[in-house]
């Protein structure tokens, strides 16, 4: 389809106007984390700043043990990450290339439990990893992800039902066993799919707040979010800390986002149809 | 012989068994057990008491707040998915633009959904504050004196809503994927016949994406009863609880002022709502769904035919 210019350039323009609303916050957020105080908050106010104080970030830093947090926040991460990836790709399998009794059934059991809100189960589940012992350890945030989680299952299985059936026909031939199917042709092949769940969780989690709001005590347990949602609380007036920490959290998903931005799409475009 | 078939039957289940425990001890388990939570006194120190209906009476007669909070959440909901889905829907139209550099643009509309509600909250905290906030500056360049947005009760709710309005970027990814996958050849022929641009958007666009609609119109009403997170930490349900939203209440009644049975039975009037409005949407959707499959596959036969059978 060919446009004309006009057309071309109108488009442009709006384009540029939706991009400052959603970059701007940022870049202004940038600048200023560079700043002192008395100019963050100065009348009217400045783009740049006066001088580039790079130590705002590392007195920001130290200002609490963000190192801590930083270190439970990839634990979690990490932890919940490989369980997903791992139990999702399983259980999709299982849905997605066998037949059996009550398969139907359970997968529209496995699609309605995403109708439900977590503000319905959190309460018992506090008391269960209460009762568990779970409460104040990261265990509550990192063991239920190695149980699988309906919509990445669900992700996964789309992916997989593409898959002509021949596939396994020969590697059975062979005299491969289910699992042995499972983990060296199909993990493989599901690799895209296993990214985008992987990337998906990792954002998730890193941004989670109410989980571990709810199931953290100490700070010395605490996760980046829930640090610096702590941190927000107790220096509200100063802001140019809480803007050093805001960027670093920022950072780490935005770049994962970035390297992985296909299979997002891809995936985003599969998940619907 | 009989041994073996009996474990090559047992293969698939187990294969699905991660979820099954999972599903029975972190969905349905507590899922149950709220309900039954929900006709008890439980404190979170003392022991349970058996009190009937008396959590929902006491909701909708003598509790004045939770009245209150379901419609602050109705209200944000009834603002607030529409607005997203419009903004959503253009920036999908504005990205499967075929112009040069596009995807940069996609890039950077979806960057902010991959950032945490906690720095969400202290970014649009700091812009939007009243006394050196920038967006009251640069309304100010324009003559307009902004209002104090966090401590006005009646721009408060504005604020959370343009402050999540910022996360629109994965609905927008959702339009345009289902957009991109119209064939071209249908607007060539539009074109040929002399429909224009608004008349193409409207005749042939809109009506093919009505079930993607449709999804986001859902998955958007489920997740406005739920914000929690963005209201907790930028208004705290203030100033003078206008953005106390339901799911707050609820969140607050269970773990702030420990009533565990009471929040339960908030949670679980939550899930009816939802599922009435789910329900409704659902019923309506007869009137104003278009699946190709109905509709003769006018366009998209083919290539999406995959769609129909897997739904």
């Known amino acids: 389809m060919k446009m004309s210019k006009i057309s071309k350039t109108i488009i442009y323009i709006l384009l540029g106007i939706m991009a400052l609303y959603f970059l701007s916050p940022f870049v202004y957020m940038l600048f200023t984390a560079f700043k002192t105080e008395a100019e963050a908050v100065a009348y009217p106010p400045k783009l740049f700043p006066a001088k580039w104080l790079w130590q705002n970030f590392a007195d920001a830093w130290n200002a609490q043990p963000f190192g801590t947090f930083l270190w439970n926040s990839l634990l979690v991460t990490v932890g919940t990450t490989l369980g997903q990836v791992i139990s999702c790709s399983l259980v999709a399998y299982g849905f997605a290339r066998f037949n059996f009794k009550g398969k139907n059934v359970l997968f529209m059991v496995l699609l309605s439990t995403m109708m439900i809100p977590w503000d319905v189960t959190m309460i018992p589940q506090y008391m269960e990893f209460k009762m568990f012992g779970w409460i104040n350890t990261l265990k509550p945030l990192i063991i239920p992800a190695w149980f699988g989680s309906a919509y990445y299952i669900f992700l996964m299985r789309q992916f997989l039902m593409g898959i002509p059936k021949d596939f396994e026909e020969a590697a059975r031939i062979d005299g491969a066993n289910a699992f042995q199917i499972y983990w060296k042709i199909f993990m493989p092949i599901l690799k895209p799919s296993l990214i985008l769940v992987g990337v998906l969780n990792m954002i998730s989690v890193w941004n989670d707040y109410l989980g571990p709001l709810i199931f953290l005590q100490d700070r010395s347990k605490y996760t980046l979010a829930l640090g610096l949602a702590a941190f927000k609380g107790v220096h509200e007036t100063q802001i140019i800390p809480m803007l050093c920490i805001t960027i670093i959290m920022i950072i780490p998903p935005i770049i994962i986002f970035i390297i992985a931005q296909k299979y997002i799409v891809e995936g985003t475009s599969g998940s619907i149809k | ?311």
């Open chain 2, 1 to 311: 012989m009989k041994q073996k078939r009996i474990s090559r039957k047992a293969i698939p289940y187990l294969f699905i068994l991660p979820w099954i425990i999972g599903f029975l001890v972190f969905t349905i388990g507590p899922l149950i057990f709220s309900l039954v939570m929900s006709f008890f006194d439980w404190p979170l120190a003392a022991d349970p008491k058996f009190v009937g209906f008396g959590n929902y009476i006491e909701m909708f007669t003598s509790d004045k707040q939770f009245s209150k909070s379901l419609i602050i959440s109705l209200k944000y909901a009834a603002i607030f998915v529409p607005l997203n889905m419009i903004i959503a829907l253009f920036l999908a139209m504005l990205i499967t633009q075929p112009v040069r550099g596009v995807k940069i643009f996609r890039t950077i509309f979806y960057i902010p959904t991959v950032i945490s509600g906690v720095a969400v909250s202290i970014l649009w905290g700091w812009i939007l504050n009243g006394d050196y906030g920038v967006l009251n500056y640069l309304l100010s360049l324009l003559g307009i004196e902004g209002p104090k947005w966090l401590v006005d009760p009646a721009w408060a709710i504005l604020a959370v809503i343009i402050a999540s309005a910022f996360g629109v970027g994965s609905m927008m990814l959702i339009f345009y994927t289902d957009i991109k996958n119209i064939p071209i050849d249908v607007y060539e022929a539009a074109t040929i016949d002399g429909a224009n641009p608004a008349r193409q958007f409207f005749s042939i666009t809109l009506p093919i994406i009505t079930p993607t609609i449709l999804f986001n119109l859902i998955t958007s009403i489920i997740s406005s009863f739920q914000q929690v997170t963005l209201v907790m930490l930028l208004t705290g349900g203030g100033p003078l609880k206008s953005t106390y939203f339901y799911g707050l209440y609820t969140y607050n009644n269970a773990f702030k002022h420990h009533k565990l049975g009471y929040a339960s039975a908030n949670a679980w009037v939550m899930f009816l709502i939802i599922l009435v409005l789910t329900a409704l949407v659902f019923k309506s959707s007869s009137a104003w769904v278009f699946y190709e499959s109905e509709a003769g596959g006018v366009a998209k036969k083919g290539k999406k035919s995959k769609r129909g059978g897997k739904r």
